[in-house]
């Protein structure tokens, strides 16, 4: 992976925290993480893709903006 190129993760809902944020869990990452939704629609289980450009890469790891898709 280089910087500049486009990633995609699937991560699942756990709940819904406020109006416009969710927490979802991420596989291969330890603990919960909240992101921004608008939409209503979201539910508890349900699975949703994140994509974003690769921003960083160091020792193997990988940093990217975000967004939902």
């Known amino acids: 992976m280089n910087v500049g190129d486009e990633v995609a993760i699937t991560a699942k809902v756990r709940d819904r925290v406020t109006e ?3 927490s979802v869990t991420i ?3 330890d ?4 992101i921004i939704d608008r939409t209503t629609e979201i ?3 349900q699975e ?3 994509a ?3 921003t960083h890469v160091d020792e ?3 940093r990217r903006s975000g967004r939902r898709l």
């Open 20 to 22: 416009i944020s969710v």
């Open 31 to 34: 603990f919960p993480h909240s």
């Open 52 to 54: 974003g450009d690769v």
């Open 60 to 62: 193997g790891k990988v």
């Open 48 to 50: 949703i893709e994140l």
């Open 27 to 29: 596989p291969s990452y």
């Open 43 to 45: 539910t508890h289980g």
